[in-house]
Each structure stands twice: as structure tokens, then as C-alpha cells.
């Protein structure tokens, strides 16, 4: 098992920008490819970024590129998105999410833990 706690999440003018993290515990943070998701009231959830079990490798979706990064510090357990240039259409619930497997899965059903979620908000 593998418990997965974010925060950072909160309300921002647009144009600012947040810092959410996700504190891993459990197995070994390691073996997993770590990502984040986001849910809008309404939507499904979507993929937002990935990152490899050491980090070498990102891939994020096309309306986050160049705006948002993740990273991970394996030392502490933890993987980051930052986000800048907001906009009110990222508001959303934003979930971290573990994989196991190191195909690049944007879609929710190859994941295996995830976490609570924190709400971003983005005003206009």
C-alpha cells in the first residue's frame, strides 16, 4: 500500500501561481512513476503530468505545457507541481497518483494509489 497525502491547493488570482505536493508513505516511493490528475465539477478527471520513478523523464498535457512543472524529491517522499500563469479554467480537485509500470499512462485506470485531492481555485 501506498498512502498519498497533497496539499498546497487554495485560491489564486489568474496569472498567479501555486505549489501543490504529495507526500508519499508505505512501500518504496521508487518504484512508482508518480502523476497528477485534476477534476472540474462536471468533468472527468484528466491528466495533467507524469513523472518517472527517478525523475529523468516528464510528460505533461498540452494545456499545461509550458506553464506547469512536476518534479519529485525522492529523499522525502514527495512530488511537486508547480503552476504558474493560472487561469480560471484550471480550477479543479487535483489528485496525486502512483503507477507502477513505467509506460507513460495518462488515463486513470493504470494507477494504483491516489490521494484526496486539494482544490484549486482560479479567479478571473
Known amino acids: 500500500q501506498v498512502q498519498l497525502v497533497e496539499s498546497g491547493g487554495g485560491l489564486v488570482q489568474a496569472g498567479g501561481s501555486l505549489r501543490l505536493s504529495c507526500a508519499a508513505s508505505?512501500?518504496?516511493?521508487?518504484?512508482?512513476?508518480m502523476a497528477w490528475f485534476r477534476q472540474a465539477p462536471g468533468k472527468e478527471r484528466e491528466f495533467v503530468a507524469r513523472i518517472s520513478w527517478s525523475g529523468s523523464s516528464t510528460y505533461y498535457a498540452d494545456s499545461v505545457k509550458g506553464r506547469f512543472t512536476i518534479s519529485r524529491d525522492n529523499a522525502k517522499n514527495t512530488v511537486y507541481l508547480q503552476m504558474n500563469s493560472l487561469k480560471p479554467e484550471d480550477t479543479a480537485v487535483y489528485y496525486c497518483?502512483?503507477?507502477?509500470?513505467?509506460?507513460?499512462?495518462?488515463?486513470?485506470?493504470?494507477?494504483?494509489?491516489w490521494g484526496q485531492g486539494t482544490q484549486v481555485t482560479v479567479s478571473s
Open positions: 508505505g512501500r518504496t516511493f521508487t518504484n512508482y512513476a
Open positions: 497518483a502512483a503507477d507502477r509500470t513505467v509506460v507513460v499512462h495518462t488515463t486513470r485506470h493504470y494507477y494504483d494509489y
